[in-house]
């Protein structure tokens, strides 16, 4: 596992970053915002809905079990999008009722240890790991602070023209450097993504979910893989502000794109929160594909 960088870095929206520069508090999310592919093992049950809900009818023993199936909504959970759109369905209520009820049903083994089938390790996965899921949020890092992708799709300014309409300004958010050191972070933890062609196989038995359940948070596609994404972990988190020391606040860039008035509004806020912190402006490179920064 590789040794957490002394510093990260947040990408984020002009809009974003002042707010978070201003409140002190960082904004975490469930994973399941990102990306449809997020938390989805690899299985025929993640893909196709109507081969789970089949496989549902088929394992019910009696003809009451199959109509409390028929009663639960899970049908209507999984083929009308659940498990299609990925973890999203982990937070259906007619899902987790659905699942619940299938665990008193006795589709499960007592056997901890016991090998299942894949259909048993997915039911195993939505009745045992949703609930973590469900209390774990997120805030995403990056390792590189330069990264000409990075700062196009993530620091960017919205600006409103009135009517509904918006013009996007990429290259004019910021990017805060933020130390790791644990006396910062409490009971948070820095995870680094695992970038992979293919998703996280399931454990065989109950017993290996454990170790799985933390390792899902940290794997995606080799597409993003130019992100250099780590994550901030954090369990039984029930807001969705995290308080930040001052402190751990080491560095602003600023996109080459932003305003004068931002310029003096950042150094403004700076000087009453973050004494010594340097403030950075992006600029394009003379000669080469990349970003230089001077101090203002």
């Given at each position: 596992?590789?040794?957490?960088?002394?510093?990260l870095h947040r990408y984020m929206r002009l809009e974003r970053g002042l707010e978070t520069l201003s409140s002190g508090e960082l904004y975490l999310s469930h994973a399941y915002y990102n990306d449809p592919f997020e938390l989805t093992p690899a299985s025929k049950y993640f893909t196709h809905s109507e081969t789970f809900y089949q496989t549902l009818m088929e394992n019910a023993k009696t003809e009451e079990e199959k109509k409390a199936l028929e009663e639960s909504g899970i049908k209507d959970a999984l083929i009308g999008g659940g498990i299609a759109v990925g973890a999203a369905a982990f937070f259906n209520p007619y899902l987790a009722v659905g699942i619940a009820g299938l665990y008193l049903l006795g589709l499960f083994s007592d056997d901890?240890?016991?090998?299942?089938?894949?259909?048993?390790?997915?039911?195993?996965?939505?009745?045992?790991?949703?609930?973590?899921i469900e209390r774990t949020k997120l805030c995403s890092f990056s390792s590189s602070y330069d990264d000409l992708l990075m700062w196009s799709h993530y620091a960017k300014h919205i600006v409103s023209e009135g009517n509904g309409h918006y013009k996007i300004k990429e290259h004019a958010g910021m990017v805060i450097t933020f130390s790791t050191n644990v006396k910062y972070w409490g009971d948070a933890i820095f995870k680094e993504m695992i970038y992979s062609d293919n998703?996280?196989?399931?454990?065989?038995?109950?017993?290996?979910?454990?170790?799985?359940?933390?390792?899902?948070?940290?794997r995606k596609?080799?597409?993003?893989?130019?992100?250099?994404?780590?994550r901030l972990l954090k369990s039984d988190f029930k807001g969705n502000r995290l308080p930040f020391a001052p402190e751990s606040v080491k560095a602003i860039r600023l996109g080459m794109y932003v305003s004068e008035d931002i310029k003096e509004a950042t150094l403004k806020l700076r000087d009453m929160k973050y004494k010594d912190v340097p403030v950075y402006l992006a600029r394009r490179s003379d000669r080469d594909y990349k970003i230089e920064f001077d101090e203002l």
């Open positions: 596992m590789a040794k957490v960088p002394k510093e901890k240890e016991e090998k299942q089938s894949e259909f048993e390790r997915c039911l195993l996965f939505y009745y045992k790991c949703r609930p973590f998703r996280l196989e399931l454990p065989d038995n109950e017993t290996n979910f454990w170790n799985y359940v933390g390792d899902i948070f940290t596609s080799k597409c993003w893989q130019y992100e250099k994404e780590w």
